[in-house]
Nanobody
Framework: QVQLVESGGGLVQPGGSLRLSCAAS????????VGWFRQAPGKEREGVLC????????RSSDSVKGRFTISRDNAKNTVYLQMNSLSPEDPAVYYC?????????????????????WGQGTQVTVSS
């Protein structure tokens, strides 16, 4: 059974940090480009960061550049989203998703239509 499970969300003060995990089961996550998306109440879901399937290069949205990073731990079949300097603009449900599979190198993008497997999301709240 193919499954993505996010964890690590919670409540953090402004300026604080969180690390979200996206654990895969039923397939090898390293074979896929992976994206992190978020959706705040009343807003459309937006892409945050993604990582390529072959060379692990990443792409970031302007809103999180310099604050958030994405990385893999292939031994754990997991992708992480490290979030630093969290601000009141960051609260949302955060989702990870796998890019549609390709045997060829993919330069990841942050269009929802490029991704086919999604986790259930994890809530991030930023409040003092």
């Amino acid at each position: 059974q193919v499954q993505l499970v996010e964890s690590g969300g919670g409540l953090v003060q402004p300026g604080g940090s969180l690390r979200l995990s996206c654990a895969a089961s039923g397939f090898t996550l390293d074979n896929y480009a992976v994206g992190w998306f978020r959706q705040a109440p009343g807003k459309e879901r937006e892409g945050v960061l993604c990582i390529n399937n072959k060379d692990d290069n990443t792409r970031s949205s302007d809103s999180v550049k310099g604050r958030f990073t994405i990385s893999r731990d292939n031994a754990k079949n997991t992708v992480y989203l490290q979030m630093n300097s969290l601000s009141p603009e960051d609260p949302a449900v955060y989702y990870c998703a796998t890019h549609k599979f390709s045997l060829f190198p993919i330069t990841c993008d942050m269009r929802e239509s490029s991704y086919d497997y999604w986790g259930q999301g994890t809530q991030v709240t930023v409040s003092s």
